[in-house]
């Protein structure tokens, strides 16, 4: 049996220094607790009891080239010997700007920021200046950052959500002013009725949504609703968001919208873009990029576009090839498809859906969700027990039912994880058998 009492301790040690022990709340309340880490090697994770995993958390996505990328390493290191901050422009930014207008469908113009939060407060800023209105509407169930002014109805319960056909906000902290959502408005995704008949009253800035629901669940659009949201948008002069820190570099080279084939207005990129380095992306259309050069929209930032992060982009970037979507996908389609079988043979109920690079589990439902409320009937216990089984068996994987594949998740990496993922089965079977 593995051991994690040396992690145990450390956390609780430190907690004198750091919050809880760790610097992010997403780092909180994973069964048997937060782990400390020693190192990563490819797809694997060595923590401080000795314990060598398999990781499927891909450091919440980012690590779309696994730990230890040797070009990823070599560019880092060389952009280090050059200088780390310049308070100016460096060409590496400049080259990893083409790179990005290149490979985006959406990316007439681009502003590099830190995070996935950040720039999805550049591209509300953006559609409000655009447009004069106010409203910006989201989705329930999709995470555009922890800024107050949109962590709303990222994970309600139900009892506080409303009626499924006229959901209300509901604050996804504790000390969040309730006057930071009067700009926000919410409905339910993958409901195209509902977005035109929203859209129709003339008053909504931006549309923002996951192109392709991956906060919770891996959800892909119903056939023609990214369309259908594009189209209504344009007949009502509302600007299209696609936030696709997830997405991006993980449905392919050129996002979500290149795999649908929908163009938003603005999109927000993230996570895989520099496989674990602080680098985030607003791209668009230039004349709505430009309003941050020529039409008084601030937008700024101590770390943006940093050259080491650049560098590191720029090689995550040259390693994002055709072979290495081929190739990866191989990996992740067998190890989807393993999971769905393994759980079916051991008599759980389970739906496993998604993507190539990235699927999600789902213990209890009948069919696969089509929303975020469809998603909250799933057995979360049951599905915690059993990631909790995978772990003793050496693999990690995120307790949301997320599984992440990098390009080091090799078939030897997949048959070992198979191994856990039926012995896994085998131990909660008992308390889970349909």
Known sequence: MLKFEESARIIAAESQYVSGGVNSNFRLGMSPGPLVFTHGEGAYLHDVDGNKLIDYYCGMGAMVLGHTPPGVQAAVKSQVDKGILFAGQAPIEYEAARIICERIPSAERLRFGSSGSEVAQAAMRVSRAATGRQTIVKFEGHYHGWFDNVLWSTAPALADAGPADAPVLVAGSKGQARADGDGLDVLQWNDLAAVEARLARGDVAAIMMEAAMCNQGAIAPMPGYLEGVQ????????????????????????????????????????????????????????????????????????????????????????????????????????????????????????????????????????????????????????????????????????????????????????????????????????????
């Open 231 to 434: 189209a209504a948008c344009r007949k009502h002069g509302t600007i299209l968001i696609f936030d696709e820190v997830i997405t991006g570099f993980r449905l392919g080279a050129s996002g979500a919208q290149g795999r649908f084939n929908v163009t938003p207005d603005l999109s927000i990129f993230a996570k895989a873009i520099a496989n674990g380095f602080p680098v985030a992306a607003i791209v668009g259309r230039a004349d709505l990029m430009d309003m941050f050069s020529t039409g008084g929209v601030l937008h700024g930032g101590t770390f943006n576009s940093q050259p080491v992060a650049m560098a590191a982009m720029v090689a995550t970037q040259q390693g994002l090839t055709p072979e290495h979507y081929e190739r990866t996908s191989v990996y992740g389609v067998r190890l989807r498809d393993g999971i769905r079988d393994i759980l079916a043979q051991a008599g759980i109920k389970a739906q496993v859906t998604g993507f190539e690079l990235m699927f999600h589990v789902a213990f209890g439902l009948d069919a696969p969700a089509r929303n975020y409320r469809d998603l909250t009937k799933a057995d979360k216990a049951g599905y915690s027990r059993f990631s909790q089984a995978l772990l003793q068996h050496g693999v990690r994987v995120l307790e949301r039912g997320a599984w992440f594949v990098s390009s080091e998740h090799n078939d030897a990496v997949v048959d070992k994880t198979l191994e856990a993922v039926r012995a896994a089965a085998k131990d909660v079977a008992p308390s889970l058998a349909t």
